[in-house]
């Protein structure tokens, strides 16, 4: 790793653990079992953790329609997929924001966008916003790596997907870095970053 890389990657490390310290424990943290959860997809089906048991582990991502971050980021979130889901690791997406305040985010919408976009991951909705907020999500995008142990999942990594939004072609891929540390057994070095995006819009 260079030396510009590890500068960079230990102020990510140092400011969301600030951000931690600070805030006081929000959600799941690097290290916590997430409970299971079923929400609606955009296949009409309902999904749960137990879909992925045969899997290695999952990228899971808060995202939605609407957020320029988010948008920016579909076609990597697509090329994450097609890279990891190989290895075990698919994507999850998941739009948690209240589509009273952006009808653009409504579950016809989501269904629309990913028809659109040929999205190869299932993309669900968080209805209730009950599961953004059990994880502690703040942004769209917000990454959490999960890697499944037997029948459980623990948080691997939880932050952003790289460090520039909007100039694919000059960043450090740091999601990818946890990515490929875990596809070939070993520790996550950096477990967390600063999620970079639109803040999820909350019900009233």
């Known amino acids: ?3 510009p890389f590890t500068i960079l990657l230990l102020f990510f490390l140092s400011v969301s653990l600030v951000s931690h ?8 943290t690097v290290g916590d079992t997430i409970v299971d959860f079923k929400l609606l997809s955009i296949d009409g089906t309902h999904k749960s953790l137990k879909n992925y048991e045969k899997e290695k582990g999952i990228i899971l991502i808060f995202t939605c329609n609407h957020c320029p971050f988010s948008v920016a980021y579909e076609d990597r979130i697509i090329a994450l997929h097609k890279k990891y889901a190989m290895m075990g690791y698919p994507v999850l997406a998941i739009n948690p924001n209240d589509p009273t305040a952006k009808p653009i985010d409504s579950y016809e919408n989501m269904v629309e966008r990913a028809e659109d976009k040929a999205f190869p991951f299932d993309y669900l909705q968080d209805e209730t916003q009950e599961i953004a907020k059990r994880f502690g999500a703040t942004k769209t995008p917000h990454v959490y790596i999960l890697k499944r142990q037997q029948k459980i999942f623990t948080v691997e990594y939880i932050g952003a997907i790289d460090d520039n939004a909007f100039e694919p ?3 450090h891929k740091i999601a990818e870095y946890a990515l490929d540390q875990l596809t070939t057994d070993l520790p996550v070095s950096l477990k967390a970053t600063k999620a970079v995006g639109c803040g999820i819009k909350w019900k009233k």
């Open 1 to 3: 790793m260079t030396r």
């Open 21 to 28: 310290a600070d805030g006081g424990k929000q959600g799941y």
């Open 169 to 171: 072609d000059g960043v």
